[in-house]
């Protein structure tokens, strides 16, 4: 074997410090924060291959008392021998911050070699945070919201959608006299901040500027107990009052304006009839506003939603409903509405009544996710006139976001109709998945003023939809944008705004595709929430989905604290049912005489075990294992065992969704698969119990991890005695039982496994290479094979011969039928193009994505083998047929990559593997080889190395065994 190490430093480039952070937050500089004790992490650039910290210094500077003091103030300095270089700890001797408080900090590292050669840092540039308001206290606004006399109070009002409302408050910012008067205003002013936060979505505006760049705006939390708001540095929007920068002598005035609509607070959600699918959170939407205004000597001015100052009237959306979309009639503007123009001040406002504090229950928040933004612009690929004459267009690939339409010239009152889906059917615009969702924007031109030169531009605010077709109707006939319709319209794709975290290619086209498609769909349902789908009268908080999902979703995006907010109102939703997770949330299902009741559901409800875990895997911050605790330990004493026989075991007449859309089971009864649902209840209840035991020995809750332990043996006994002949085979004689048996370790002898994992070979290959799991055994099928091949019998490329099947169903039989998202089910679209007649059927739906998972961990090898990734491993799986993988992974440390080779072999040789891994500063990985490689593993540090190995691959295709063997 031949072993170079490639110096990462590049001689001109000196080593130093990149991207130091607070928290998890991916900006250097985040405003708004609750962290009090805020962490900081660091990576390293051109140090030198196999570095390791030594020793950090950490300087933390208070920009707030820059009042009193010009220069920032060092609030403390501390050297510390360590070698962590992820989530460092607050220093131990600063008291913690408090609200509105600003600091800045920078750190420099030195290496282990304390010799001559020892590398040090400069200092690294300063990374920055701001709390917010942290104490309910600070708070002066309430509530405000449209007056009762708007009559949507009324009986029907519960059925019917409001549009949008807009608020407005004149202020004028009167600046301290002080003797030593400087004469711009502007100087005046220190900082000006806005928290801000509604109850529904809202977007504000100060003197006619959009205040941030949010989308949907607070988003979704569980808004019974828990409520985000945004804060905004507005210092450059305010006017002073200054006489250089007055009106006639008095000050400028400055108006803030800000559109409400209804949002997930109070729109239509999920499928249930209108009269309980609406006003879940509340009756109408409302308004919380402060804005600060800082002076340079200290003094603040505070302007609150509770002033009376403040002003209502309907603005021009008339509808913003998250499932129909958006009507908006351009004719119904008020010009200048946010800002402080006489005709603006003079439209139809009216006082807005007062509604109170924000109750005490619902906590107030900040900075605990990344928000919701407009992320990527996408133009349509083709330009389709369908048979019954309709004018489609197509975006090439199913995403979410909104149509902007450009350009416009129609006469006052001509409306433009924009209608989306993912499919066309029949060859026209498929929308029967959608069920009770309209998808639908209408757009009221204001007609010939505006349509001189460029036109009227058009985009909803306060709707999302997910689609890849739109159809247009009146863009084309009544302007003279016909013809040219493919520059006029553009979606604009919308999501958390997470930092990816890595890429994945291999010289297989259409695994790459499928691979994409797994971003897309995960891109598609992190909209504020991680969603089953993002189309239909659903995109809720299906626990089950991200359960299965979230070890897959941080590998392709940073997502930690998203999720992490998510979980948080997980437990939220728990505590009202005695530890049990209700199916969805935030649960919107409460008034349903079903999904009301909250019954515990296996898989669904181990999210509250199964998703922490893997927010820790990924991003080695045992501070979320901690908060999320509770949570863990109530599900596990919520989850109702027999009350005789098993009794280590799930109660077992309860209703379960099993292996949901195993593709065996029929369209109408997705948990009616192959494999008994209380053994898959069963194999997840052990390994929830195994993942609990591990956390609380983490967290050093030493009885606890015993207890849990000893409850995990005896429901495996149970389980064996069950479930398992003696010799090995399952009950359910399923891929799904065999997988989660093999990866949750559920068999007593080594033997019995033995005979599982040849089982478990032979279904697959009986099976044609068909897959035949659903979302409880998806993320653990090639996994399992995996395992299987550990032991002989080629379970590598059986794996590899699931993954590349192309017959339906299996991954790539969507791929080749041209889906550019995960679907649902693997036949949401059947082979003669029609749409699966069950009453699910979204394309888009990451649940069966997981298997992404397989494709880094094991066809690119690369694996954390410590939470965070200090320590990794990387052990590809050579064969399938592939000449070629490479992935890479942004792990704390920093960018982590696996690529591997197959090339011709030299003289006897069959083949040669040449592999490149890529380990971050301060963090090792473990290369192991294919088997029969002459060495077997090695232990490199940071840097780029590269191997050369002679191989023997094994033969490709696998055959699979038909009828006569
Ligand atoms: C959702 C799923 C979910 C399931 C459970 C469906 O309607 O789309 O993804 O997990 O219901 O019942």
Redesign the pocket.
């Known amino acids: 074997m031949e072993a170079t190490s490639q110096q990462q430093q590049q001689r001109h480039e000196q080593p130093c410090i990149a991207g130091l952070r607070f928290e998890h937050y991916s900006v250097a500089h985040q405003l708004g924060t609750q962290a009090v004790r805020p962490r900081l992490s660091w990576k390293f650039a051109n140090v030198p291959a196999g570095f390791v910290q030594l020793g950090y210094e950490l300087e933390v500077y208070d920009s707030t008392t820059i009042i009193t003091d010009p220069g920032q103030k060092i609030l403390h300095r501390e050297v510390v021998e360590s070698d962590q270089s992820v989530l460092v700890p607050w220093p131990a001797k600063l008291p913690d911050l408090v609200s509105r408080q600003a600091v800045f900090a920078r750190s420099r590292a030195a290496d282990a070699e304390a010799a001559q050669n020892t590398i040090r840092t400069p200092w690294s540039e300063p990374a920055s945070i701001e709390t917010g308001l942290l104490d309910r206290g600070d708070w002066q606004g309430q509530l405000i919201s449209s007056p009762p006399s708007w009559g949507d109070e009324c009986q029907s009002a519960a059925e019917t959608p409001r549009g949008e409302e807009l608020y407005r408050a004149e202020f004028d910012v009167v600046q301290p006299a002080t003797p030593a008067a400087v004469e711009e205003a502007q100087r005046q002013i220190r900082s000006a901040r806005l928290y801000i936060t509604a109850q529904g979505v809202y977007e504000a505006e100060i003197n006619g500027r959009r205040v941030g760049d949010e989308f949907l705006a607070p988003g979704w939390t569980e808004y019974r107990s828990r409520l985000r708001y945004q804060c905004y540095d507005v210092t450059g929007y305010i006017h002073g009052g200054s006489s250089s920068n007055s009106v006639g002598g008095r000050p400028r005035k400055n108006v803030i304006g800000v559109r409400v609509a209804e949002g997930w607070f109070c729109g239509r959600l999920s499928?249930l009839d209108d009269s309980i699918a609406r006003n879940h959170f509340g009756e109408r939407p409302a308004l919380l506003a402060q804005l600060e205004v800082t002076f340079v000597d200290g003094a603040r001015q505070v302007v609150v939603s509770t002033d009376s100052s403040w002003r209502v009237t309907r603005g021009p959306t008339l509808l913003a409903e998250l499932y129909d979309g958006e009507k908006y009639d351009a004719r119904l503007e008020i010009e200048g509405w946010s800002g402080a123009e006489k005709h603006a001040a003079a439209a139809q406002w009216e006082p807005v009544p007062v509604r109170g504090p924000l109750p005490d229950t619902v906590a107030l928040i900040t900075g605990e996710a990344a928000p919701v933004r407009r992320i990527e612009v996408v133009r349509p690929v083709q330009r389709i006139t369908t048979l019954s004459g309709k004018t489609i267009l197509d975006f090439g690939q199913n995403l979410v976001g909104y149509t902007r339409i450009k350009r416009v010239r129609a006469r006052r009152g001509h409306k433009i109709t924009l209608s989306h889906a993912e499919v066309l059917e029949k060859g026209e615009l498929g929308t029967r998945p959608l069920r009770k969702a309209a998808n639908r924007d209408e757009y009221t031109c204001k007609g010939s003023d505006s349509s001189a030169g460029e036109g009227e531009t058009w985009e909803p605010r306060f709707t999302f939809h997910g689609y890849r077709y739109v159809q247009v109707e009146g863009n084309n006939d009544n302007n003279d944008n016909n013809g040219d319709l493919l520059s006029c319209v553009e979606t604009v794709v919308c999501h958390t705004d997470m930092a990816p975290a890595g890429s994945f290619s291999c010289s297989d086209e259409l695994l790459n595709r499928l691979h994409a498609n797994v971003t897309w769909s995960m891109r598609g349902n992190f909209l504020s929430i991680p969603t089953?789908?993002p189309q239909?009268d659903?995109r809720?908080g299906?626990?089950?989905?991200i359960a299965m999902f979230a070890p897959t979703a941080t590998l392709l995006y940073n997502c930690t604290d998203m999720l992490r907010g998510w979980l948080r109102d997980l437990a939220a939703e728990q505590a009202k049912h005695a530890g049990v997770p209700p199916?969805?949330v935030p649960n919107v299902l409460t008034r349903d005489p079903f999904f009301g009741r909250v019954t515990p559901v296996a898989v669904?409800g181990d999210v509250a075990v199964l998703a922490p875990w893997a927010l820790y895997q990924a991003s080695g911050d045992v501070e979320i294992l901690r908060e999320q605790y509770q949570s863990m330990l109530d599900w596990v004493a919520a989850i109702p065992r027999n009350k005789t026989g098993n009794t280590h075991l799930w109660k077992s007449s309860l209703l379960q969704?099993g292996d949901?859309?195993d593709p065996s089971a029929p369209p109408d009864n997705?948990?009616g698969g192959k494999t008994d649902a209380i053994l898959v209840a069963d194999a997840f209840l052990i390994h929830t119990l195994d993942t609990t035991a591990e956390v609380a020995a983490l967290l050093h809750q030493n009885t606890d991890a015993e207890r849990l332990r000893r409850e995990a043996a005896s429901a495996r006994s149970q389980f064996a005695h069950e479930y398992l002949t003696p010799a090995g085979r399952l009950v359910s004689d399923s891929q799904t039982a065999y997988a989660l048996a093999i990866v949750f370790g559920l068999f007593p002898s080594p033997a019995q496994r033995r005979h599982a994992c040849d089982r478990l070979v032979y279904l697959v290959r009986r099976n044609a290479f068909k897959i035949g799991t659903g979302?409880a055994g998806t993320p653990y099928i090639c996994e399992a094979l995996t395992l299987a091949g550990h032991q002989g019998g080629g379970g590598e490329d059986v794996a590899y011969a699931l993954l590349r099947n192309e017959e339906c169903p299996s991954w790539l039989y969507s791929v080749k039928m041209g889906a550019t998202t995960i679907w649902?089910r693997y036949d949401s679209m059947l082979a003669d193009g029609s749409v699966n007649p069950g009453?699910?059927t979204?394309f888009n739906?990451y649940?069966l994505g997981a298997v992404a998972r397989w494709m880094w961990e094991r066809a690119a090898g690369l694996k954390a083998l410590e939470a965070g990734w200090r320590r990794i491993q990387v052990a590809p799986v050579v064969g399938g047929g592939l000449t070629r993988v490479k992935a890479v992974h942004y792990t704390p440390y920093g960018k982590v990559g696996s690529q591997w080779v197959l090339e011709e072999g030299e003289e006897d040789e069959e083949e040669r593997l040449r592999m490149t891994v890529t380990v971050p500063p301060n963090a090792t990985a473990e290369v192991v080889f294919p088997a029969g490689s002459e060495t077997e593993k090695l232990v490199v540090g940071s840097g780029v190395h590269e191997f050369s190995v002679a191989v023997k691959v094994p033969a490709w295709p696998v055959k699979p065994i038909g009828l006569f063997g």
């Open positions: 499928w089953d789908c239909r659903e809720l299906w626990t089950g989905d199916l969805v669904w969704l949901w859309l997705p948990a979302f649902e009453e699910m979204s739906h649940a």
